[in-house]
């Protein structure tokens, strides 16, 4: 099953990912399991197990998750934590895992010059905790925003 698939049954064929149905973009595709721990209590009523999911990266849009039939969709703020490049974000996370805010990576390398993502989430919380695929929006990790905040933060120390 899964790859074997008969990909005529499906209404989008190849790499075409279905469009959001509010800013029409194409979104990325995550696991349910993602959307399912991010939802709060009471949307995942309507959460179905069957339908695949995408995630809305427009910044603008107010669309998180939706399914390939428009009307089956969930709102930014259907979900526990604020999606990061969504327009108002707030907080902005910079890691989901481990609770790290922007604002908190930034102002840490500023002060410290230490740039490297691991270092800094353990000099941050102690530890470093991975659970990307529940807690992250994207059910990806977060290295590459992460990474350009500690580009960012070090150009501010200069
Ligand atoms: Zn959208």
Excluded at 3 to 20: E, K, W
């Amino acid at each position: 099953m899964g790859y074997n698939m008969n990909t005529s049954l499906l209404p989008n064929i190849g790499l075409a990912v279905p469009q959001c149905p509010k800013c029409k973009k194409p979104g990325l595709m995550v696991r349910n399991l993602t959307v399912k721990s991010l939802l709060i209590f009471k949307a995942k009523e309507k959460f179905e197990e069957s339908a695949a999911h995408y995630l809305c990266m427009d910044s603008d849009c107010p669309i998180s998750y939706y399914g390939i039939s428009g009307d089956y969709h969930f709102k930014i703020t259907d979900l526990k934590v604020p999606i990061w490049y969504k327009k108002n974000a707030d907080p902005i996370f910079a890691c989901y895992c481990n609770n790290i805010t922007r604002d908190e990576v930034l102002e840490f390398v500023k002060q410290t010059g230490i740039h490297e993502m691991n270092k800094i989430i353990i000099r941050l919380r102690g530890k470093v905790k991975s659970a990307c695929v529940a807690k992250n929006p994207t059910g990806r990790c977060c290295n590459e925003y992460f990474n350009e905040l500690i580009d960012q933060g070090m150009k501010i120390r200069g």
